[in-house]
């Protein structure tokens, strides 16, 4: 049973436009959570989180939103570059256990 | 450092062949290691973790193996690979988060 889902396998976006990407879990249990990108043949790399006490985390060009009641989570980042193109991954920790979502993959056009 | 080393890169190996993939952690000691696997079009699959040495649980049953003969090693392995054992093998420790090695391209023909 998938418990973080990426519904939205791909995704394309203009040079300086804004990217949204979305995931959502069902496990109420999670209180925190990840974002990971990764190009290929390379392992993930962290690129920000937030803990389940905060709907809202900046860092730079990426910001990522947590709506607890949707249990909805968001990834913003603006402006596009692309550089950004790769997969990006979330992920969410019960404290135990991490659960990964099967990840979107993100084409930043020229 | 939290460098994780993960060898090799890429991987080419027949059906029914076995299958010796390693990884090694640098910095604090008594890491959670972890095996993922990200197949083509498929998300990151949790295979196996140990919270230290001799101590292996799996997630998923399938015809792969790991052990940790030294706190800082985790090795996945098989006796027979097959087809569907293609895909990208990823080690990671967990600290607060995780940090991902640089994986290994498996292809299985």
């Known amino acids: 049973d998938q418990q973080v889902k990426q519904n939205s396998p791909s995704l394309s976006v203009q040079e300086g436009r804004i990217s949204i990407l979305n995931c959502d879990y069902t496990?109420?249990?999670?209180?925190?959570f990840l974002w990971y990108k990764k190009y290929p043949a390379e392992g993930p790399t962290f690129l920000i989180s937030?803990?389940?006490?905060?709907d809202k985390n900046e860092d730079g060009r990426f910001t990522v939103f947590l709506n607890k009641s949707a249990k909805h989570l968001s990834l913003h980042i603006v402006p596009s570059q692309p550089g950004d193109s790769a997969v990006y991954f979330c992920?969410?920790?019960?404290?135990?256990?991490?659960?990964f979502g099967t990840g979107t993959s993100l084409t930043v056009i020229p | 450092s939290q460098t994780i080393h993960q060898w090799p890169a890429t991987l080419v190996q027949p059906v029914g062949s076995p299958l010796s993939l390693e990884c090694t952690v640098e910095?604090?000691?008594?890491?959670?290691l972890y095996w993922y696997r990200q197949a083509a079009g498929r998300g990151l699959q949790l295979l196996f973790y140990?919270?230290?040495?001799?101590?292996i649980s799996s997630e998923v049953p399938q015809n792969l193996s790991a052990s940790r003969p030294q706190d800082r090693q985790f090795i996945l392995s098989s006796k027979k690979l097959l087809l569907s054992d293609s895909g990208f093998y990823l080690c990671?420790?967990?600290?607060?988060?995780?940090?991902f090695g640089s994986g290994t391209r498996l292809t299985v023909v």
């Open positions: 140990s919270v230290g040495i001799g101590q």
């Open positions: 496990n109420s249990m999670f209180d925190y």
């Open positions: 990671a420790r967990l600290d607060n988060r995780y940090t």
């Open positions: 910095g604090t000691s008594n890491p959670n």
């Open positions: 937030i803990s389940s006490i905060k």
């Open positions: 992920a969410a920790d019960t404290g135990n256990q991490f659960y």
